[in-house]
């Protein structure tokens, strides 16, 4: 082919590779925030444009074609290589870019589990809750004679300065068993959805009318205020996370009993991996609920329109990030929480 008849057929692609290194690959967090408003080369043909210009660098060697399209195409494959094979950011970038970005889209991306898990925890709360207003007895066949004492001790309404939601144990030593009991009741509802995915619905169930008696039952013997007021803060990560969980293991259950066009073996794999990648959030959202609640929920003294404020704030917060975050990321960045970085032949930003 004459070198005439080369650059025609292929300046196009040259030029809008060309267009794309400047616009997209220079400043990545203008170019996710532009995302939508961007026209020319699409991001995730990078990759690919990258070795078409390498093969027609080649083929322009090889036919001895002039300097001026040699080094012209040699400039945008060296531009091009060093975006695709430049140093991932530092390990804690991408986990800070994951829980938030990448980990809210897995979370929406899995709605239809997510809100079914949320009607099984949430309407049994809220069912016994009620119940228990209406007819007080009703905790009585939840919980034993002495658990209903010992509720009513760790919130009593008349010792202000004492420390809510415990009997003793310092901040530090409840942080520490806060964590345990979270993450293992976050695990074992992930873990549950092994049994079919019916593990995960008794789970979510029992976990609600255990949730909503405790509650009931504080609240019908007048001890709602300091109930309240403990778990103003730190129910928005738990609670959440617990419903997150809870669809995670969802969805690892469908993947086993409904694979699809898939093999079970493979379908449960991926249903895994999302999962995991699910409690990797799900951790971290209890482990900040178990500091908040051993450091800030258990203060005794402090006003109640200080402490549903600070609730309110992280409800708000907690399903804002869960609504809007990493909306400007591609999917496959944005759960991996890689970013806009490439690298190894990845996909582009």
Request: aromatic fraction near 10%.
């Amino acid at each position: 082919m004459r070198q005439e008849h080369f650059i025609k057929r292929h300046q196009p692609e040259w030029n809008a590779f060309e267009q794309w290194l400047d616009t997209r690959g220079q400043h990545v967090k203008r170019a996710r925030m532009s995302r939508r408003q961007w026209h020319g080369m699409a991001d995730h043909e990078m990759p690919a444009r990258y070795r078409r210009l390498c093969q027609q660098l080649a083929l322009a060697r090889r036919r001895g074609y002039s300097p001026l399209v040699t080094d012209r195409l040699q400039g945008l494959m060296q531009r091009g290589h060093g975006l695709l094979y430049r140093t991932p950011p530092p390990r804690w970038r991408r986990v800070l870019a994951f829980l938030l970005a990448g980990f809210p889209r897995l979370v929406r991306a899995e709605g239809g589990c997510m809100a079914a898990s949320a009607l099984l925890f949430w309407l049994p709360l809220v069912a016994v809750f009620v119940a228990i207003q209406i007819t007080p007895e009703l905790s009585a066949s939840l919980f034993d004679p002495a658990q209903l004492v010992g509720f009513e001790s760790m919130y009593d309404p008349d010792d202000p300065m004492r420390k809510l939601g415990r009997d003793n144990g310092t901040d530090v030593a409840m942080f520490g068993y806060y964590i345990w009991n979270n993450v293992s009741i976050g695990f074992k509802t992930f873990a549950s959805g092994l049994l079919a995915g019916i593990g995960a619905v008794v789970v979510l169930i029992v976990n609600g009318i255990m949730i909503g008696g405790v509650a009931g039952h504080l609240q019908a013997v007048g001890h709602g205020d300091p109930f309240w007021r403990f778990v103003a803060a730190h129910s928005a990560p738990e609670l959440t996370a617990i419903v997150i969980a809870g669809g995670a293991g969802l969805r690892l259950g469908l993947n086993l009993v409904a694979p699809g066009q898939r093999r079970r073996v493979d379908a449960l794999i991926d249903g895994g991996r999302r999962g995991a990648l699910l409690c990797l959030g799900v951790l971290a959202m209890l482990v900040f609920a178990a500091f908040v609640e051993a450091f800030w929920s258990s203060i005794g003294w402090m006003p109640a329109w200080i402490k549903y404020s600070v609730g309110g704030a992280l409800w708000a917060l907690t399903l804002l990030w869960l609504w809007r975050g990493g909306r400007n990321q591609a999917i496959g960045d944005a759960e991996l929480g890689l970013g806009l970085g490439v690298s190894n032949g990845g996909a582009a930003p």
